[in-house]
C-alpha cells in the first residue's frame, strides 16, 4: 500500500497567514492527489484534483504543487473560514490511501 | 443537486452484522465509482471499499473476506455488507462517489461495535 505522510500535523495560524502543508508518498504517484477539508462534524471536501488542478467553487488562494512522491497545498491568505482540517489522497492505486492529517488552528 | 444518504448504522456486538445503506439522488449513479469511507478520531479517514461502474469491487486488507461492497443502480443504492464485526470497525461510514478524487459525500453514519 501507498503511505501518505503529512507535515505538520498541527498548525497554528493568524488570519493573512501563508501558510504550506506537505504531503510525501512512500512510491511515485505522478500527479494522482487530492487535498481535502474537512471542518468538524462535517464530511471532508474536495478541494484540488489531480495536484494542482482547483475544484469549481474552491477560492483562488488555495494551490496545490507537485508531482511523483511530494506534494503541497498553500494557502496565500489565511481566511476565517479555512480554519480546519487537510487531508491528502492518493488515487494512483489501490488501496486508495489518505494522509493523516493536518490541523490548522488559529494562534 | 447530488445527495447522499447513508443508513443503518448503529451499535452491534463483536461478531454481529450489519448492512449499510447509501441513497443517492441528483446524479447518473451507473456512471459513477461509489466508495465507502471511514473516519474514526485514531487513525483519520480510511478507504473501506470500493464499486466500480463495471462492479469491479476493492477492498482494504482488514475487511477482505468480512465486508462486501455492492450497488443496485435500478435503485441508485449502495450497499456495505459488514460481517464478523470488530471493535476496530467502530467509525463513522460515509459513501461518496468519484473517480478523480472524492467530489460528493453523505452525512455519514455512526458504527459503534461494543458488548
Known amino acids: 500500500d501507498i503511505q501518505l505522510t503529512q507535515s505538520p500535523s498541527f498548525l497554528s495560524a493568524s488570519v493573512g497567514d501563508r501558510v504550506t502543508i506537505t504531503c510525501r508518498a512512500s512510491q511515485g504517484i505522478s500527479s494522482y492527489l487530492a487535498w481535502y477539508q474537512q471542518k468538524p462534524g462535517k464530511a471532508p471536501k474536495l478541494l484540488i484534483y489531480?495536484?494542482?488542478t482547483l475544484q469549481t467553487g474552491v477560492p483562488s488562494r488555495f494551490s496545490g504543487s507537485g508531482s511523483g512522491t511530494e506534494f503541497t497545498l498553500t494557502i496565500s491568505s489565511l481566511q476565517p473560514e479555512d480554519f480546519a482540517t487537510y487531508y491528502c489522497q492518493q488515487l494512483n492505486s489501490y488501496p486508495r490511501t489518505f494522509g493523516q492529517g493536518t490541523k490548522l488552528e488559529i494562534k | 443537486e447530488v445527495q447522499l444518504v447513508e443508513s443503518g448504522g448503529g451499535l452491534v456486538q463483536p461478531g454481529g452484522s450489519l448492512r449499510l445503506s447509501c441513497a443517492a439522488s441528483g446524479f447518473t449513479f451507473s456512471s459513477y465509482d461509489m466508495h465507502w469511507v471511514r473516519q474514526t478520531s485514531g487513525k483519520g479517514l480510511e478507504c473501506v471499499s470500493t464499486?466500480?461502474?463495471?462492479?469491479?469491487?476493492y477492498y482494504v486488507d482488514s475487511v477482505k473476506g468480512r465486508f462486501t461492497i455492492s450497488r443496485e443502480n435500478a435503485k441508485n443504492s449502495l450497499y456495505l455488507q459488514m460481517n464478523s464485526l470488530r471493535a476496530e470497525d467502530t467509525a463513522v461510514y460515509y459513501c461518496a462517489r468519484g473517480r478523480s478524487g472524492y467530489y460528493s459525500w453523505g452525512q455519514g453514519t455512526l458504527v459503534t461495535v461494543s458488548s
Open positions: 489531480p495536484a494542482s
Open positions: 464499486i466500480d461502474t463495471a462492479d469491479k469491487t
